[in-house]
């Protein structure tokens, strides 16, 4: 239920940031106990976004704040 929260808020705050954003949560059987968001561009090629695997403990450390995913996005776009 943690996982599937911060999902929404994050893809949530992709698709107010990128019009016509297409986001994708577990396109494949992710990693256990594991977050990450990735950015795949029109070419295929893929760009790690945020990645909560090595933080943590404490479990929130492992969630990132929207707003961080948010600002990579914008960076790896430009």
Do not use: C, T
């Amino acid at each position: 239920r943690v996982f599937g929260r911060n999902a929404a808020a994050v893809s949530e705050a992709l698709r107010g940031a990128v019009a016509h954003l297409p986001v994708d949560i577990n396109p494949r059987q992710p990693r256990r106990n594991s977050f990450e968001v990735s950015l795949v561009k029109e070419d295929g090629s893929i760009v790690e976004l945020w990645s909560g695997i090595g933080k943590g403990p404490p479990r929130k450390l492992k969630f990132p704040q929207p707003e961080a995913v948010v600002e990579a996005l914008k960076s790896s776009l430009a």
